[in-house]
């Protein structure tokens, strides 16, 4: 990746606006490096009769980004995500939440970068889209790195009834990194 | 680092004379202002065409002795630029912000001797990178045109000594050369993904060939040339007629290199999901003793009446060189420990150089009333130029204009004037050229003295 990217980008660099007034845009399609780990996919399982809350998380995943952004200052940044919950049994509420970190350790310890919720109701199997805000705007040193580190949490809660049983699917999950300064 | 950047910068800036002479094709305010041609018998014609030892110089016709570049660029240059300051320069220090590899890029390709009046501007478009796990694209947006199609470099061949004496139209001497010529040729798939902004495949490679070669030395020479033929009713100071020149050299050359060879990098599978894999696999050839020897020559024709001159001459024809002691080594990377392994090939074997053909095809019309349109199309190693210019004079004043296509078939434009004062001239020329990494021309004004 290094060796890819650093040869491809000094090529560009030289004839690029990486140089002058231009922005250097970096669209990172993070979904592509979760799905095939299957990692793109969480299961909820709640069995009990009760009231109750449950908590699911993805293995923090590595994004290889170009080696350039670890020296720069980034302008701003752009998260995109979006989710669909294919539910099997059961009602409640599902809690989403996407974590970037420069390392794997601290992924959850952080604040989460969206987070959004939506209720299971009604008839069931059902599909419910889980759609956070669009886009959240970022400037954020996390971003200023050469390699990102990717979580997903999903907290469920299920209402007193039949068992809780499905999963949570990501459908969308990329990166804008505009840089302004130069890139190397 | 940084003195080193500087060092090496400055080192370019110096020792490029080549670069510039094929850029700026004169220090001479007049010519640059006919679009680089030559209405006088000297630079180009008589280093081309061995005719012309047989040819007046025409001095007495108007052409002055010698001319003196007033390098207003260095002052700007130095201005901006302080000697004292240079390694904290932006310029010239890759760790600072302000550091543009295009702008020091531009300077070595246009050295600043003489007064940009227009810079050719940098290319500032946004810069698209869309990365996947199995995906990589750049888009460059309007800068992908300079991306190269073809083989891109430098080269040129130069006679940096030429002496002799001569009797009887014969001329005995000896000539020091130098040719280099280095080139680079992107392969398709990594054009691909820089100019047509190609997604980066998994599991392919991408290369860069180059080719360089540079060689010296010196050669003794025996020449000839002669009027063949007196104009029809020309008097005796007339230089009406047909000339005849060759010359034979006996190549001896100092030393050479010459290296060729892919270097790139083979992508893992998937893209972004494994190390890529560096190539570099050359093969380099030097020569362990000087005297690589062989023959070659020039030859050319002139063919003058009245007001009207034409001529040809042809260079290194046949300059083939056996050197008889070569060293070849192989030039490969080893990804374990990063390193570059050099192997010998093969040891104190044969290896034969050429130099390229060089030639020039000039004319001139003197018009009378102070009018000279003349032209000319040079091949000096590396791709044809076609300069064509005119002069009109009008008492002290001359005005002064001509085009020309340049080595990457650009037409460039030239315009000026100058005023002479007796044995003094002030000549001042302006000329567009695409030098610099941008799609746009940029603007040189020369001036120069001329001491007739």
């Known amino acids: 990746m290094r060796a890819t990217a650093s040869a491809l980008m000094v090529v560009a660099a030289l004839v690029s606006a990486a140089c002058g007034e231009g922005r250097a845009i970096f669209n990172v399609d993070v979904l592509s490096f979760i799905q095939p780990s299957g990692k793109d996919t969480l299961r909820y399982n709640v069995p009990t009769a009760l009231a109750a809350s449950a908590d699911s998380f993805i293995t923090p995943q590595k994004v290889s980004l170009p080696p350039g952004l670890g020296k720069s200052s980034v302008d701003s940044v752009q998260v995109t995500a979006a989710a669909v919950i294919d539910n099997t049994t059961g009602t409640g509420s599902i809690q989403f939440q996407v974590y970037f970190s420069k390392d794997s350790a601290s992924v959850y310890t952080t604040t989460p970068y969206i987070s959004s919720n939506a209720t299971i109701t009604g008839p069931q199997p059902s599909t419910v889209p889980l759609l956070p805000p669009t886009s959240v705007s970022l400037s954020d040193s996390v971003f200023n790195a050469d390699q990102l580190w990717v979580g997903v949490h999903a907290r469920v809660t299920k209402n007193a009834g039949a068992a809780l049983v499905g999963r949570l699917r990501l459908t969308t999950l990329s990166l804008r990194i505009v840089l302004k300064d130069k890139i190397f | ?452």
């Open chain 2, 1 to 452: 680092m940084r003195p080193g950047v500087v060092a090496l910068a400055l080192a370019v800036l110096v020792a490029a004379p080549a670069r510039p002479a094929r850029a700026q094709f004169s220090f001479d305010a007049r010519r640059i202002g006919m679009g680089g041609v030559s209405l006088n018998r000297d630079g180009n014609v008589r280093r081309f065409n061995p005719a012309y030892r047989a040819v007046k110089n025409r001095r007495d016709v108007g052409g002055p002795k010698f001319s003196i570049p007033v390098p207003l660029g260095l002052i700007k240059f130095f201005h901006d630029h302080p000697i004292g300051n240079l390694g904290n320069d932006p310029t010239f220090n890759p760790d600072s912000a302000a550091f543009n590899p295009v702008a020091l890029m531009n300077l070595v390709f246009n050295p600043p001797i003489f007064y940009e009046v227009k810079k050719a501007p940098t290319p500032t478009n946004d810069v698209t990178f869309t990365i996947g796990r199995n995906a990589f694209v750049i888009d460059l947006g309007a800068a992908n045109v300079l991306i190269p199609e073809q083989e891109f470099g430098l080269g040129s061949t130069s006679r940096l000594l030429d002496v002799g004496a001569g009797f009887a139209g014969f001329n005995v001497g000896v000539m020091g050369f130098m040719q280099y010529d280095v080139g680079f040729t992107l392969d398709s798939l990594l054009r691909g993904v820089l100019r047509d902004a190609d997604s980066v495949r998994p599991a392919t490679t991408y290369t860069v060939l180059g080719d360089g070669v540079v060689q010296a030395g010196f050669a003794p020479t025996v020449g000839y040339a002669s009027r063949v033929v007196k104009g029809a009713g020309a008097g005796d100071d007339s230089e009406d007629g047909l000339y005849l020149g060759a010359a034979v050299h006996w190549y001896m050359g100092a030393t050479y290199g010459r290296g060729r060879g892919p270097a790139g990098f083979t992508t893992g599978s998937p893209v972004l999901g494994a190390v890529p894999t560096a190539l570099l696999d050359d093969t380099l050839y030097t020569s362990n003793k000087p005297f690589g020897q062989g023959f070659g020559g020039d030859v050319g024709i002139v063919w003058i009446s009245g007001p009207f001159e034409v001529g040809l001459g042809v260079n290194d024809i046949g300059a083939k060189l056996t050197w008889n002691d070569t060293k070849v080594q192989r030039l490969l990377f080893v990804a374990v420990g990063d390193s570059i392994s050099t192997t010998l090939l093969r040891n104190h074997v044969q290896s034969t150089t050429k130099l390229p053909v060089t030639y020039i095809a000039n004319t001139t019309l003197r018009m009378g009333t102070g009018t000279t349109v003349g032209g000319d199309v040079v091949n000096s190693g590396r791709g044809t130029v076609i300069h064509i210019g005119a002069e009109q004079r009008m008492g002290l004043f001359a005005l002064r204009g001509g085009v020309s296509r340049d080595q990457r078939k650009k037409m460039q434009f030239g315009w000026g004037g100058g005023v002479r004062l007796g044995p003094i001239g002030l000549d001042l020329g302006f000329w567009t050229h695409s030098n610099s990494f941008a799609t746009q021309r940029g603007i040189t004004m020369a001036t120069s003295i001329s001491v007739y």
